[in-house]
Each structure stands twice: as structure tokens, then as C-alpha cells.
């Protein structure tokens, strides 16, 4: 399906840069769904979307399956050629291109600075005969359109003249052959909206941009730099063909810009114009006549297609002209000119205003909360979003032109934000796996404890008894006591290993009650009081007066501690300080317990395995390498976590997490939970 309008945009192409919205001068650009879409209503077609689009995602009406299809049937098809043309296809003649474009199947080629070169004596005469003010000359479309739309209390203002385009039309149609297709040729998207005003309906048949008679020229496989010169069709023009440049209507009117008394006021580029217009509809202006064009002259329209810089262009068409100035007399001039005296060369206006809600500040405040805009230095005003404050584009967001999402600094918040929310589920994750996996080896390290335990337990005993039984019945004096005393000492310690993986596999259940932290640690450390030594290990109790009971079971969790602590002081064989501190979290869900040590310190790459069973950093016979393990179990029972960090040489801290909520679920007498 065709797009509707004189410009549309591209969606595949479409990158989200905004220029289009930061350079439209009438906001006929709406963003939606990311899209920046052209407003068909409030376009202006001043063609400044195309020029500013890097990404080409901007699309002109194409004018070429009309004026194909006037080719191929046979019609009479005349072209008017633009006085750009020069600087359009610079260095191939003019003349060449004339040729060019016969070949093309035209019947006649003329120069649309002849039109011009009526439309300025029609100024001269408005200029003398006028006796309100201001006059805005009306050549540019764009103009015409943003006057009627959008300060259509300038209507009155605007020239009661039609563009040299028009006239040129007028002359075919209405005095040489009125059964031809008139087709304008130039650089101007607006005179493909111009073709379609009813104010000037019928002059003109088609527009075509200058891309797209290149476009045609190289369908056709023709190339102008290799045809000879012809002439263009008469009427010829004379001074007119300074049109395209700045002032050029004033030249070609004879009309007078005396600085000093500011009767008239010359400029061009969209920013300029909309603000001489805008302070116009003021009053405050005294000029009386405003030639004005959207374009830095005509040599600078959004489909001019030339390599050559803004000074080159006006060289060129200066040279052109200058070239072809002596053709024909002043006389000889006028006298053409007197023939078309009486052809109707005027147009209306019509009033078109456009209007659009206005919020309240509320409501833009409201939008602004948005974006985390809630204060006056959160609006950075950094026009990224293509609007110049915003507050601007708050307005532009009530009135469904914009998106609360164009704003850059709050999309980079937002990924900022989100990069840091995929960071913490990416640790969490791996907190996760490390936790799987850890419980999956304490799991199957249960099952065999659990077994060889068992199988272990019974002869040990008797091993044990029957050693006491014998060590009873010997003397100290006998050579076989010593050794009895070993087999009882080895036999003990495994009795103690066997105790140990008994420990190990039976976390299964938890008998939870409310417990005070801080007094279950005082009496794990009563327990240690022979450990501690006399002053030789140094504690410190950090305790949180106001830490909340907790549901827990006292007897594994003081198993927990006292497996900690004693790992602690057995990393200070020389004496140290052993810190011990209780405190709540600061989101208030979970309490913290933590047992820091002076000692010698865990190397790095053994972090990671002191939780796995019979993994130890004792000497051989001083350790299970069970405590850890059976520590993290019961941890883990709880819902609850244990990290590890350490420096060699510095000391070691072990933190416990338990959820702070756990006693909401237990009761007076206790719960069992599994």
C-alpha cells in the first residue's frame, strides 16, 4: 500500500536519531512505536526531514509513474526547468541537458525564469500600488503552507501572486496549447504539494525533483555530458534567472533594499523565516516587504543533488546568467513581457490554522515524573530527544507527537539500572549453582557417611572396650601399655571421625524455637573457655543489643558457631583476637553473625573448597575436615548463607546470614522442619 503525503518515512530504516523532530520546523514529525512518522496534515513538505535524514529514511512522493505514463500515451508534455538547473548539473551544460530531456520524449523545454521574470514585474507593481503593509512574497510553497497553517493571521499579508512555476503554466495552458501536460522540474519537494493546491489547481500537471530526472535520464540510458547543446523553448527569460539566490526576486522586481530605512527584509533558512513570521504576527515589525524562502535560496532545495558548495552554486548561476544576459534587448524584453499583461497571474490564501492541546503544568509535570524528571535539574534540556527543552517534548508527549521514551538520559538510566539488575540475578545465579552443586556433594557425601558409619560403628566399639579391658589389666610398667594407650587414643579419635560423619549425615530435621543470638554465642564460647586459653586468644563481642529473636534450632545452629570459633582459634596457635559480631541487615529481613579471626589466613584457591567434607588445611591428625561441611549443612537447614573472606597473614572472617522472619513460622514448643 502506497504511503500517503509528499513525505513519508521508511520504518526499516528508521534508527531513532530524532533529527527529523529537531529539524522540522512545523512538528509534522510524530514518534510512534519508535517510528518518526511525518503528519500528512501538518507537513509543509519544506523537504528539511530529507536533507537531515542520515540514515535516508525519509521518501519523497515520486512524481516519475505520472509523468511516465504522459510519456508513453503521447500527450503533449512540456518542461519547465528550474534557473537552479545550472548548479544542479554542473560541469554538463545547460544546453546538454535541454537536450537530454527532449530526448526524453518532451515536446518543449522552457525556463521557468520566465514565469519568474512576470511574477517580478507583478511585485514591482504591488510594491508601488500596495498601500497596507507588510507583503510576503509567496514563490516558496513551503512558505505559503506554514502561513496558512500555522499564523494564518499573516494570510492577509501574503502576496495575492502565484509562484513563477504557476505562471509559467498559466502562459502554456491559458495562451499556447491548453490541451499540454505542464511538468516542473526542480530542486523543491514543495511544489509537489503546490501541483495539489486548489488555489492553483491545473497549472501544473507533475513535479519531478532533480534525483529524479537523473533517475529517468539513467532509465533511459541517457547521458546528458555526451549530447550537444540546444536551446530552451521561448519565451526567454532575462535578469529573472537570478531567482534561485537570495534576493533574486527583489533584483528581478527592481525593487530597492536601502539598509537604512528597513523597508525590506531579506532572509532565508527555515529557523529564520519561522522567526521573522512569528515576530511578524506580533506587530512589532515595521517592514513592509518580506521575500522570504525556506531554502537558502532555491539553490539549496532538499532535492538540489550537487556535490557543489552553497558559494559554488550561486557562482554558477550567477555565471549563467551573466552569460546569457545579451541575448536579448530591455526592449525586446518588455515587449514580450506586455503580451501577458492581462493573463490572471493572482491566487488566494486560505486560513488552514492547525491547533493543537495544551497541557496543563500539572499535566506536564506529571509526564516529567515519568522520565525521573522531578526536579529542575533533572531537565537536563539536552534536545536528544529533538525537541529543545524538556518540557518541550513533555507538551510535544500530551499532544501525541512524542514518546516518554525518546528522552536518552532516562533510556541510559534505565539500561544502567537494568545492567545492574542482570548483574545481581547473574551473581545470584551463580550463587545458586555453587549452592546446587555444593548440596548435591554433601547430599551424596551424606549417603556415604551415613553407610560407613554404620558398618564402622560396632567394631570400633568393641575394639574400644576390649582396649580398655586390656589397658585395665596392665601395668604401667609393662612394655605393652603404651601401646594399649595408643590403640585406645586411634580407636577414640575414630570413634570421634565416625561421630563426626554421623553429625554430617543426619542434617536432615530442625527443631526451630525463638532463640537469642547473642546469648546462644555466649554460651558456645562458655563451652570454649579451654580452647581460649588463659588471655592467650582475645575476644571481642560486637553484639546488636536490639537484634530480634530468631527462629532456630539452638542445639545444630550451636554446633554451627562452635565449628566456626573453634577454627578460628585453632588459626591462632600464638594468640590473637577473635571478634565476634551480631547485627540485623539493613533491608531488616536477615541477621548477620560474624566470626572474625587474626590468624594466619586462607590462600585464595583454597576458598573455594573449605565447605567440601574432608577438605582441611590442618596438618594430618589434627583435623576431620568435617566441621565446614557439617556447618554449611546446617546453614543451609536453616535457609540461611555462609561466605568466607580471607588474607594471608591478616586473618580470616566467616559471615552466617539467617532470615530474620524464620521465628514468624515457629512455635512456643518448637517446629520441626525438614
Known sequence: MPASGIVHTIGVRCKRCYTCVRSCPSRAVKVEGGQAKVIEERCIACGYCVKVCAQSAKEIESGLPAVEQMLRAGETVYAILAPSAPAA???????????????????????????????????????????????????????????????????????????????????????????????????????KAEIKDPDVAGALDAALTFVELKQLFAQRGIHPAELPESDFDGPHPGIARLFPLSGGLLRSAGLVNDLTRNDVIVTEGKDNCVAVLREM???????????????????????????????????????????????????????????????????????????????????????????????????????????????????????????????????????EANLRELERFQRELQSAQEQLIQSEKLASMGQLAAGVAHELNNPLGSILLYAHL?????????????????????????????????????????ALQPTDLNALVDECLTRMAHQLGAGRVTVVRAYDPELPRIAVDPAQLGQAVLNVCGNAVDAMPRGGQLTITTRLADDGRAVQLAVADTGRGIPAEHLSKIFSPFYTTK????????????????????????????????????????????????????????
Open 89 to 191: 548539473f554542473y560541469p554538463t551544460c545547460l544546453g546538454q541537458v535541454v537536450t537530454a530531456v527532449r530526448q526524453l520524449g518532451f515536446a518543449a523545454v522552457l525556463e521557468v525564469a520566465f514565469g519568474a521574470q512576470l511574477v517580478a514585474r507583478r511585485y514591482a507593481w504591488l510594491a508601488a500600488c500596495q498601500s497596507r503593509a507588510p507583503i510576503i512574497t509567496t514563490p516558496c510553497p513551503a512558505i505559503v503552507a506554514y502561513v496558512e497553517k500555522y499564523v494564518p493571521e499573516l494570510v492577509p499579508s501574503l502576496a495575492p501572486i502565484v509562484s513563477p512555476a504557476v505562471a509559467l503554466g498559466r502562459v502554456i495552458k491559458r495562451r499556447h496549447n491548453p490541451m499540454a501536460r505542464v511538468v516542473f522540474i526542480g530542486p523543491c519537494v514543495a511544489k
Open 281 to 415: 504576527a506580533t506587530g512589532r515589525l515595521e517592514a513592509r516587504f518580506l521575500d522570504i524562502l525556506f531554502c537558502e535560496g532555491c539553490i539549496d532545495g532538499p532535492h538540489m543533488d550537487s556535490d557543489l558548495s552553497l558559494f559554488q552554486r550561486k557562482e554558477v548561476v550567477a555565471t549563467y546568467v551573466a552569460a546569457h544576459a545579451g541575448r536579448q534587448s530591455p526592449e525586446e524584453l518588455e515587449a514580450v513581457l506586455q503580451v501577458y499583461d492581462d493573463l490572471d497571474l493572482g491566487r488566494t490564501f486560505t486560513d488552514r490554522r492547525l491547533t493543537l492541546p495544551v497541557p496543563t503544568q500539572e499535566e506536564i509535570e506529571a509526564i516529567l515524573r515519568k522520565i525521573n524528571k522531578t526536579t529542575k535539574e533533572d531537565e537536563l534540556n539536552c534536545g536528544a530527544c529533538g525537541y529543545p527543552t524538556c518540557r518541550d517534548k513533555a507538551v510535544a508527549v500530551y499532544q501525541g507527537l512524542a514518546e516518554v521514551e525518546m528522552c536518552l538520559p532516562y533510556l541510559i538510566d534505565q539500561l
Open 470 to 510: 586390656l589397658l585395665k589389666d596392665t601395668s604401667r610398667d609393662d612394655p605393652h601399655w603404651s601401646d594399649l594407650k595408643l590403640i585406645v587414643g586411634e580407636t577414640t579419635r575414630c570413634k570421634h571421625i565416625v561421630s563426626g560423619l554421623l553429625d554430617f549425615a543426619r542434617q536432615r530435621q530442625l
Open 619 to 674: 596438618p594430618s591428625g589434627q583435623g576431620t575436615g568435617l566441621g565446614l561441611a557439617i556447618t554449611y549443612g546446617i546453614v543451609k537447614m536453616h535457609r540461611g548463607s555462609i561466605g568466607v573472606t580471607s588474607q594471608v597473614g591478616v586473618g580470616t572472617t566467616f559471615t552466617i546470614t539467617l532470615p530474620a522472619n524464620l521465628e514468624a513460622r515457629s512455635s512456643a514448643r518448637g517446629e520441626v522442619i525438614g
